[in-house]
């Protein structure tokens, strides 16, 4: 097993990198001596040690903002900490999620971009050359029959041997999905929570 390399930069610190365990977005940037470190193995709070007041800080003592330690990973060096958490509260001492002051939301790369272009054709249904503010003009009714015939033909596709045809028809399925679940006021999240709360 790897041995944190406290004595690397002759101050007895390391850098720990805060991330949200659920959402994967980096909450926070703090240094940890030996001490701390061992404090938030104890505890299960995140434990730095403040270079400003020259001690042991338990993130949250005054706030309330806990970060609840989940796991530790040591990079490649040994000499920086990731450290995954379940945040109580924000993170930033200004208030902000993080401090970067972005929103602890989660991510899905492309999808959540592709979700972004979703949501401005629907807030703009008049767009003549869109063809997805036009599903929003024509209502529900043909957003879901959208997605039951992409889901027949993705279906049918399956069952060929054409891989191409098959994630073709898979990702019309999926995009028309993403289109019918704002039509209905809701988003990949909302999708992603009902399954992590089955899981």
């Known amino acids: ?42 505890t299960k709070q995140v434990t730095f040690y403040s270079r400003t007041k020259q001690r042991l800080w338990t993130k949250g003592e005054e706030s309330g903002n806990f970060l609840q330690l989940k796991e530790i ?22 208030g902000t999620d993080t401090c970067w002051a972005e929103e602890n939301e989660s991510g899905y790369g492309f999808l959540s971009e592709l979700e972004a272009v979703i949501s401005s054709r629907k807030e703009n249904p008049d767009d003549e050359k869109s063809y997805v503010a036009s599903l929003f ?6 957003i879901a029959q959208k997605v039951g015939e992409e889901a027949v033909e993705t279906v049918i596709e399956a069952k060929d041997r054409n891989d191409k045809l098959f994630l073709n028809e898979s990702a019309d399925l999926l995009f028309h999905y993403l289109i019918l679940l704002q039509a209905k006021g809701y988003k990949l999240g909302d999708i992603v929570k009902v399954l992590a709360e089955r899981h």
């Open 1 to 42: 097993m790897k041995t944190i390399d406290f004595n690397k930069n002759n101050d007895g610190l390391v850098p720990a990198i805060i991330q949200d365990v659920k959402t994967k977005t980096v909450l926070m940037l703090g240094y940890m001596n030996e001490a701390a470190y061992i404090k938030t193995v104890e």
């Open 73 to 94: 990973k040591l990079d490649c060096d040994q000499d920086t900490l990731l450290i995954k958490v379940d945040p109580v509260g924000p993170a930033c001492h200004k």
């Open 137 to 142: 003009r024509k209502g529900i009714n043909k």
